[in-house]
């Protein structure tokens, strides 16, 4: 479930123009990391941010991103990381997630794929170059701590996990 709902409308095009910089390919607002954007006169603007992870190297960039784009159109931005709740891959839209699978990476599946080795069963992934189910997981950690690294055993690509956080 997104957050669209905590985000004035005014501000919603000017937040959805600002990419994460792990994946450019993402806004901050479909990935779910905006928790709310409230214009608290006609300049002033409050931003709460969550991280997809509570030591994300990337929110020093967003929060920095998100002051430029706001003050770009003459807000007065104030920007305010908040830890809790913490991020889930339930924040991001289905947007969010074509986006990733159309940019090479599986997006996270349902809350309880990630769960499947605690009963001894194997993680099925689709590989997002042909839709393959038979793949491989080589390593819990990817390009970012957020993914995990698979290979398809059909066409021979490796390709990046976005893992199920909730």
Not at 7 to 22: A, M, T, W, Y
Not at 52 to 59: I, K, L, V
Not at 142 to 162: N, Q, R, V
Request: with cysteine; proline share 7%; glycine share 4%.
């Amino acid at each position: 479930m997104s957050n669209l709902k905590q985000i004035d409308q005014e501000l919603l095009p000017i937040l959805k123009g600002v990419s994460d910089p792990e994946i450019p390919v993402l806004s901050i607002v479909d990935m779910g990391v905006v928790r709310s954007a409230k214009l608290e006169d006609n300049k002033h603007v409050k931003v709460e941010i969550t991280p997809t992870y509570s030591g994300c190297p990337a929110m020093d960039v967003i929060g920095d991103d998100v002051k430029k784009a706001l003050s770009d159109q003459g807000y007065i931005p104030k920007v305010k990381l908040i830890l809790s709740p913490a991020w889930t891959t339930d924040w991001m839209t289905d947007e969010a997630k074509q986006a990733l699978k159309k940019y090479g990476i599986a997006p996270p599946m349902n809350a309880t794929a990630d769960k499947a080795a605690l009963l001894g069963q194997k993680k099925v992934v689709k590989c997002p170059q042909c839709g393959s189910k038979n793949t491989t997981l080589i390593s819990q950690f990817a390009s970012t701590a957020c993914k995990a690294m698979f290979k398809c055993d059909d066409c021979k690509e490796p390709f990046d996990y976005f893992k199920c956080l909730t």
